[in-house]
């Protein structure tokens, strides 16, 4: 049963991403006037399919991929006199550059649009009681307690613990005037914030300013109208795109390990726990995934998106494309390294079938 749940939920996911990811270079390819001859999901044999207009639709049998055949992509393809004005490498190079850019921009939007409907759905968040205080810290020694609600911080609201961690970490260690409710009846306690060491979700140690409390295992719903919800989704959306970069370049720099990389076997498993939980945590993964794609497919590596934006980028500096066998040399050790990639991810996901941890640092991010 858990099997066919994380089957079923890998390929729902992955067609959904490939879907909007495809979608951004189909309609953008249409509004430049190129020709489109496929779209399919899916890589390999023709599943199903339907032709309509000259536009070829398909469901293929691997479900891991999937691709936007445009007329006259190909350099050594024939076209008829007529066809020329709507080959994909008759445009401008702005025109390409936009329609290549339109998949990772397709999935971005993908998971703006998770966020802000979750956003206006609701999700728990923790409320401003204090769960537990650090001994010797400085939360304890001013007199704040478990249990205590905080409701303000130097007068202004707080009303979950998103509220007092911002204001305790923007305060650079001045006093604090912290207004508690407690059994009923409200005080105002002061405390100065003290530097402390902490780890960052890279194991590394850095400091900043804390007064030694947690939060109660209490949640509310926090729900949001349409504007908010969309300025949220929009600062959700940054965060988890900054922290794919941040972790791309940690990995090169030998901070994070490239053990952490995962494939189709962990996704799938990752999915079906998802699915499990809930709906709001299936899909908030799917957001999750859908901007790692984007950047991924951003990075300038021969045969992903990226690697023909600096192709286009180096035309549009020297005033002339890239010469052909230079593009193929280097597409085809793209696609060699992108096998390899492939091979290495898979033997890591086989190396932790039994690893059960990954659901804790997916709880971190979903909330």
């Known amino acids: 049963m858990g099997v066919s749940v994380s089957i079923v939920s890998v390929v729902v996911l992955l067609g959904v991403l490939i879907f909007a990811h495809e979608l951004g270079h189909f309609l953008m390819a249409k509004r430049a006037g190129v020709g489109v001859l496929k779209f399919s999901l899916g890589f390999g044999p023709r599943v199903i399919g339907r032709k309509v207009g000259e536009t070829e639709y398909l469901l293929s049998l691997i479900p891991l991929g999937g691709y936007v055949k445009l007329l006259g992509e190909a350099p050594d393809e024939e076209l008829p006199p007529e066809d020329e004005k709507r080959s994909f490498l008759k445009q401008p190079v702005w025109k390409r550059i936009l329609i290549v850019a339109a998949g990772p921009v397709f999935n971005l939007l993908l998971a703006l649009l998770i966020f802000t409907v979750v956003n ?4 728990p968040v923790p409320t401003s009681e204090i769960g537990s205080l650090l001994p010797g810290s400085a939360a304890m020694e001013s007199g704040l307690k478990a249990g205590d609600r905080i409701t303000a911080i130097d007068g202004k609201p707080a009303s979950k613990w998103d509220d007092v961690s911002e204001a305790i970490g923007a305060s650079k260690g001045q006093p604090l005037a912290i207004t508690v409710n407690r059994g009923g009846s409200t005080q105002q306690i002061t405390v100065v914030p003290r530097v402390m060491k902490t ?11 804390k007064i030694g409390i947690s939060p109660s295992s209490g949640t509310e719903i926090e729900r949001h109208n349409p ?4 300025v949220k989704g929009f600062k959700q959306t940054w965060m988890i795109g900054k922290l794919t970069v941040v972790s791309i370049v940690k990995m090169f720099e030998g901070v994070l390990s490239p053990k952490t990389l995962g ?7 990752i999915a079906g726990a998802q699915v499990k939980e809930g709906i709001i945590p299936f899909v908030l993964f799917m957001a999750m995934l859908s901007i790692n794609l ?9 045969i992903l998106d990226g690697g023909h934006l600096l192709f286009y980028a180096i035309e549009v500096v020297t005033g002339r494309e890239v010469n052909l066998r230079w593009r193929e040399m280097a597409q085809q050790v793209g696609f060699v390294l992108l096998v390899l990639l492939m091979i290495f991810v898979f033997m890591l996901d086989i190396e932790r079938l039994d690893i059960h941890f990954i659901n804790d640092a997916i709880r971190r991010f979903t909330g």
Do not use: D, K, W, Y
């Open 120 to 123: 206006m759905v609701g999700l």
């Open 199 to 209: 780890q960052n979700l890279f194991g590394e140690t850095q400091e900043s300013f």
């Open 227 to 230: 504007f908010s919800a969309l």
């Open 263 to 269: 494939g189709p076997i962990l996704i799938a498993q």
């Open 294 to 302: 984007a950047i991924l497919n951003l990075l300038p590596i021969p």
